[in-house]
C-alpha cells in the first residue's frame, strides 16, 4: 500500500519552480483521467488551507476551465473567505466534455 502524500508533499509537487505562490494541475497526458484531476485538485487546495496559504484572503486565480480547474476554483471558493476568478478560453467550462459520446461527464475523456 503507498504511503499518504503529506500537504507538504502536494505543494512541492504543484509548485512552479521560481513563481513563488503558483502551481500546476491538469494536463492533457492520456495517463490522466478526469477522476484523477479532479483528486490533484482537492489534493491540492486541501494542502494550500492545511499548510495556511489560504488563511489571509488572498486573490485566487485559475486557469483553465477543465476538470482540474473547475474542480480546484471549486473547492478554492469553498474553503476560503477570498473571491475566486477562473479563466477559460472556451465558450463553456469543461470544452473536452462537449465532445463525448458516450455520457456528459466521461470519466475517461483522455482515452
Given amino acids: 500500500m503507498a504511503e499518504a502524500l503529506l500537504p507538504q508533499d502536494v505543494i ?28 490533484r485538485a482537492l489534493s491540492l487546495v486541501h494542502a494550500l488551507r492545511d499548510l495556511g496559504y489560504l488563511n489571509s484572503n488572498p486573490r485566487i486565480a ?25 479563466f477559460e478560453s472556451a465558450d463553456e467550462l469543461l470544452p473536452l466534455q462537449l465532445v463525448t459520446d458516450r455520457r456528459r461527464l466521461d470519466p475517461h475523456i483522455y482515452d
Avoid: C, H, K, M
Avoid at 513563481?19 to 494536463?27: A, D, E, Q, W, Y
Fill in 12 to 39: 512541492d509537487g504543484s509548485a512552479v519552480r521560481d513563481r513563488p505562490n503558483l502551481f500546476v494541475i491538469g494536463s492533457f497526458d492520456r495517463r490522466i483521467t478526469f477522476y484523477s484531476q479532479q483528486v
Fill in 62 to 86: 485559475v486557469v483553465g476551465g477543465g476538470a482540474a480547474g473547475v474542480t480546484a476554483a471549486a473547492a478554492a471558493a469553498l474553503v476560503s473567505e477570498s473571491g475566486v476568478v477562473l
